[in-house]
């Protein structure tokens, strides 16, 4: 039998030093990561043990959540809370490092609120001021953590077993009263329908929210007005980066893609590249990243998480993402899914947020319930729950805007649709055909009988013989009512139809 290797001073002095730079607690990974020699997770845990019996260093926790604090600070994890920063001078050790009381201090306002929360019924829940959004205590606490300075909070990397955890129709990010609720204000009556019916009948009004809400989440200071007058008739704001302008055109296509292709898309490579495609066009430093899977590090602001770097994990759990959203059955689970693990691993150079939006309403458009359009939603909260997940792997915050901003949405396009009335079936039957015939009579610059001989030719070669007379009315209707306000739905430039208009005698 062996001797047990004799454990070196300096090595157990390393892994003190280590903990002592986290008077918050630190992770094993993090002390792993931070040595200067290599050791295996096992024996790194002995050796935690070790100087834990020593009385150098505590622990809190089990499993993932185990925390290492030095001994004198454990009173100032975050599961303490103290009324100002004479009072965290007052109580510290002697020997506490002057940087140690600096984290501390700045850290005061979101560890007191993380005690109030803690001290709170379980129960208890209360609105945020000014938005209405109605957060649980776990929420709460996610929002207080992540708007502590950067300096207290801990760095960390992508985790790829928070994605692998995940079984579909087994694990639910969404309690099922939760799923339950949206989906009674998510129907719309339209079950026997294609898909993507309900998304064509609201589509001017949704083009609009959508397009603006998620560009205002990236930073876009076009103003609601702006941006329908922009996708609409096609003018821009003069003083406004061409960038800003880009991104709401970009949504634009990106929605009309989900329209068109509403039988079609689905959690797969094509649609998901395709939208990153559409989204960041003209907007990428490398054109040729517009699609593309990264091979290149990132960074995210305001953050201490550092995403995956290695392309071809990148792609390995890109495919992962995907192959789960499909198997998922109900499609607010699958929308939530993709709006967590999508920007978490950042599988694009940029627009991954975008991207995971868009995506976030494909289950939605396939299935006819109202779409998820971003109303209303305060940009510092999606962004703080977004930085639940990046750095805590966390969904409860982002869970609440979510099933918030759901809500909202599904408000407004009932409104909505009452005024618009059921949809018409020979409508949505030949939808493709009466677009395309329209589109092309004002591209080819067409006017008196020339119009006329163009439709008889499109529904004679085109449409069944018994609809044909009434394809031939509809594309005359469609024509008589076009206007500048409604050319985007056959995807017609403003000079365009200006020019076609002055043709009409």
């Known amino acids: ?86 009072e965290v001078i007052r109580k510290a050790p002697e020997n506490i490092e002057a940087k140690h009381l600096n984290y501390l201090s700045s850290d005061l306002d979101a560890n007191n609120s993380l005690s109030k929360l803690r001290d709170a019924p379980e129960n208890s829940r209360e609105p945020i001021e000014n938005n209405g959004i109605i957060l649980c205590n776990e929420a709460r606490e996610i929002r207080a953590l992540v708007r502590s300075p950067i300096s207290a909070r801990i760095p960390v990397g992508y985790d790829a077993s928070f994605l692998m955890s995940y079984q579909p129709n087994r694990t639910y990010y969404l309690p099922l009263e939760t799923r339950q609720k949206l989906a009674e204000i998510g129907k719309v009556g339209i079950t026997d329908l294609p898909a993507g019916t309900y998304l064509r009948q609201i589509m001017d009004r949704l083009m609009i929210d959508l397009a603006w809400n998620s560009s205002r989440l990236e930073g876009n200071t076009y103003s609601l007005l702006e941006a329908q007058r922009l996708l609409e008739l096609g003018e821009s704001v003069d003083g406004k980066a061409t960038q800003e302008a880009q991104m709401i055109l970009n949504h634009k296509a990106s929605i009309e893609m989900l329209a068109d292709q509403a039988e079609e898309i689905g959690f797969n490579r094509y649609t998901i590249c395709s939208l990153h495609a559409l989204l960041s066009d003209d907007l990428m430093s490398d054109p040729a990243a517009c699609g593309r899977l990264r091979d290149r590090p990132v960074g995210i602001s305001r953050s201490v998480f550092h995403p995956l770097e290695v392309p071809q994990r990148i792609e390995e759990y890109f495919l992962t993402i995907l192959s789960k959203a499909e198997e998922i059955k109900d499609p607010f689970e699958a929308s939530f899914f993709v709006m967590v693990h999508l920007p978490y691993l950042q599988p ?26 971003f109303v209303d939603i305060e940009t510092d909260d999606y962004l703080s729950a977004l930085l639940g997940v990046y750095e805590q792997q966390r969904i409860e915050y982002l869970r609440d805007v979510f099933v918030w901003s759901y809500t909202r949405s599904a408000q407004r396009y009932s409104a909505i649709r009452q005024s618009l009335g059921e949809p018409d079936p020979f409508r949505i039957k030949y939808r493709n055909q009466i677009k395309l015939t329209v589109r092309e009579i004002v591209q080819s610059q067409l006017a008196g009988e020339a119009i006329q001989r163009w439709i008889s030719d499109t529904a004679n070669t085109q449409i069944p013989e018994p609809d044909q007379k009434q394809f031939r009315r509809t594309v005359e209707i469609e024509l008589r009512c076009l206007h500048e306000g409604s050319i985007a739905r056959f995807r017609l430039r403003p000079t365009e139809f200006l020019n076609w208009k002055n043709k009409q005698v």
């Open 1 to 86: 039998m062996g001797v047990p290797k004799e454990i070196s001073k300096e090595e157990l002095d390393e892994i003190v030093a280590i903990v002592r730079r986290y008077p918050r607690g630190v992770n094993i990974q993090r002390i792993k990561e931070g040595l200067a020699f290599v050791l295996p997770v096992r024996t790194l845990q002995r050796r935690m043990t070790r100087v834990e019996e020593e009385g150098w260093i505590n622990s809190r926790g089990t499993g993932r959540g185990k925390r290492y604090i030095p001994v004198g600070l454990e009173k100032y994890s975050h599961t303490e809370s103290y009324s100002s920063k004479d």
């Open 348 to 373: 694009f150079e940029d627009v991954n947020k975008r991207v995971s939006r868009l995506a976030a309403n494909i289950p939605l458009v396939k299935h006819n319930l109202c779409p998820l359009s």
